[in-house]
């Protein structure tokens, strides 16, 4: 007897003479979360938290962001509660995914409006470059822009890179959940009105649960871009809540 499939109760069990496909469900494991517009109540054995772009291109001295004058130090404020956060929710069970940028060095699957967006005048450094006077190689895939930054630890953790703003689109993200038997997703990382929300977006499109961990998620952007994020996902995609709240979920 065999169990085909990543994950045993998603798999199929073959024998010479028959294959079962029923892939019995693990038990519910109901998680109580206080959040907003709602609390909400999800199964655990069903959720991931997934932290997108957390990596030194966007969060550490040195980078690509920082040597544009932008001050990194909103994209910073994540990274504490997640050193609490995150072994909290491998220790529960939970599948920790992190996505980041990783842009191919000859940037043939990039399109001229992204290659825009990141060098809006031309005269700026392209992406997948060299940037003078940093250690930065602007969000290319294996550079030390695209690494996770230091202060988090990846341990055995899942990885998913991306080239496009939103982390389901032209990756295996998607199959990489539907594979584990996710249907729950709690979701920080950088930046909140850009990466974070395209991909929360997305995972709401695709009839995902989406929970915004809120000082989880950060941006260099103004104030009015949070507050809009923030109005929209409680309005429309999804629940905000506070790592606190899931930390206190997870213990009851």
Known sequence: MKTMGAVAHRGWTVTPAEV??????????????????????????????????MQNDFCTAGGWMESRG??????????????????????????????????????????????????????????????????SEILRQGSWGAEVVAELDQADDIRVTKHRFSGFWDT?????LRNLGI???????????????????DASFLGYDTILVRDCAATTSPAFCTEA????????????TESAALLEGLAA
């Not at 295996?172 to 990489?176: S, V």
């Not at 249907?183 to 977006?201: A, K, P, S, Y």
């Open 20 to 53: 079962d496909m029923t892939r019995p469900a693990p038990p519910v494991q109901r998680l109580a979360v206080a959040a907003a517009p709602q609390d909400i109540v999800v199964d655990r054995a069903k959720s991931a938290l997934l932290v997108v772009d």
């Open 70 to 135: 932008i001050d990194i130090s909103p994209n910073r404020a994540p990274i504490a509660p997640l050193q609490a956060l995150v072994p909290a929710c491998r220790a529960a069970g939970m599948p920790v995914i992190w996505v980041n940028w990783g842009v191919r060095k000859d940037l043939l699957n990039i399109s001229p409006s992204l290659l825009h967006a990141h060098n809006p005048t031309g005269r700026e450094v392209d992406l997948g470059s060299p940037v003078p006077g940093t250690r």
């Open 172 to 176: 295996d993200l998607d199959a990489i």
């Open 183 to 201: 249907t729950t997703l709690f979701i920080g990382g950088v930046n909140l009105d850009q990466c974070v929300m395209t991909t929360l977006e």
């Open 229 to 240: 994020t923030l109005y929209n996902i409680k309005l429309l995609f999804g629940f905000v």
